[in-house]
């Protein structure tokens, strides 16, 4: 018999809760919003304890930045996050007290790249990139089955890029201005076009120009660490019609130097969506848990 | 008693061979000019024939792109090069029929990066970068003590970067134009400013161009994958001044993003010289050589 998991989303938004032992077995599974450290980390042990067995094992893909080193003062804190409330939460140890199970914790995107690896669009890739667009932009990253940590973990959202000829737009991250997500996230385009991303229609310029800042950084991401399959997801990875652009756009740049990459049709298959699509986050939570077994 | 080791560092212009147990027992080694594959392969394996005795294994550090994938019809082969007369030669192939022992292979870059993490500058460090900025510009990454290879192999020279706002420089890149390779490799800066690298002072403006150029990558690939460490080679790298302006720039660019690298003094003991130097590619070679044991 496959063991009873548990598995937290913690997003700045909202966390989901889920109990289960695989995709095709959650058993229950819970939204929370996310209010203070205090009321959302006691309703997300709330959901456990109210189940009739608890889980073996808890995993947690949390938003960041955490702290991932075992050895560390603060590993299995969200550390130094702007959101209110939130900077040096020592989201680990409270799971851990509250449930008395082995609580394993990564980052929100590394999660959902290990959900794909087990699960989803990343099987048996030796190293897989999983990268998501939405609110922010984050990247995890797979390497023979385990997320990479290294100094700190992943980030990729704060890459500096060339600017498009054309876009005079200053960006608007807090940090760089006119990084990745600065240029390229939910909020660059509102701001950049003055309406909200959902309500832009296909034919509109802002999908060719996010193709092109997309289509760059994962050019970028191929050649510094080789992935062998590029997942993308987040919600404007809801625009369907931006994968085409985006594969188009790599070929474009790679201009030939990595081989197989050549042929569209590989394209096709390389740069693809999540599988999981939106319960890639806790269905990547669920097997982190599996992890600690 | 250490296994005796075979060792080719294969590059462009000259191939390195050595045989011995580690980087304190060299025992033999030999420079051979890159001319033809047929001449240069034999002369490798003469040096190691013509020995009292035969190396248990061989390790080969090769200039690139190469084929890195077991299950691929092109194993073992240097592939796509410019380089006239080397494109799809078979070099493992050659060695292991002519020396009739295993034989280990990988990129130039990738084995010097294994060098270091064994005997080196990135001893114990769970993600290693290694990048040698000289004629070319290229990338090794380890992670947990295996090269990372996933689609093809990182390569990172031919990285997109934002220009900086006084350089007008169009860039040498034959595939890209103002690629990373396009804008700082040895004859990117030669062809800029009409001088050898070597012989510009330490206060020419061409290093500090240089500088930015070098820590605006390094930043990238700090958000892209995190390494602990960042070990820097190459002819170019010869300027040790180039250190502490990389430092500067990675310092700035960061901006306070990605926390212990906030510490200058973190940032000394991160980004660092090659330790193993000019041996670094034939040492390298050696330690691949051992995985093959």
Chains 1, 2 share one sequence.
């Not at 929100?108 to 990268?131: F, H, K």
Request: charge should be negative; include cysteine; hydrophobic fraction near 40%.
């Amino acid at each position: 018999m496959s063991a009873l998991l548990g598995a937290i989303e913690a997003g700045g938004t909202k966390f989901v809760c889920a109990v289960g032992t695989g995709p095709d077995d959650v058993r229950a599974i819970r939204r929370i919003r996310t209010t203070t450290p205090q009321e959302t980390l006691k309703a997300a042990v709330d959901f456990f304890l109210e189940r009739p067995r608890l889980p073996e094992a808890v995993g947690i893909g949390s938003f960041g930045p955490v702290d991932l080193h075992l050895d560390s003062h603060h590993y299995g804190h969200i550390t130094t996050t702007p959101k209110a409330g939130w900077a040096y939460t020592d989201f680990v140890r409270y799971i851990e007290q509250a449930i008395d199970r082995p609580v394993r914790f990564d980052t929100d995107v590394n999660v959902a790249a290990l959900g794909e690896y087990a699960w989803g669009a990343g099987r048996d890739c030796s190293v897989l990139l999983y990268l998501s667009v939405g609110t922010g932009i984050g990247g995890g990253v797979i390497v023979n089955g385990t997320p990479v940590h290294g100094q700190t973990h992943p980030e990729m959202g704060h890459l500096s890029l060339p600017r498009a000829a054309e876009d005079d737009f200053a960006g608007c991250c807090p940090y760089h201005g006119d990084c990745l997500e600065g240029l390229a996230a939910g909020p660059a385009i509102a701001k950049r076009w003055g309406r909200a991303p959902e309500s832009l229609p296909e034919d509109h310029p802002a999908w060719a120009l996010e193709a092109h800042y997309l289509g760059l950084t994962i050019t970028n991401l191929i050649l510094a660490f080789s992935p062998e399959r590029v997942i993308l997801g987040g919600g404007i990875m809801d625009q369907q019609h931006l994968f085409g652009r985006i594969r188009a756009e790599v070929h474009n740049r790679l201009n030939g130097y990595v081989s197989p990459l050549t042929d569209r049709n590989v394209l096709n298959g390389y740069i693809v969506p999540s599988a999981l699509g939106t319960r890639v986050g806790v269905l990547g939570a669920m097997r982190l848990a599996q992890s600690a077994l």
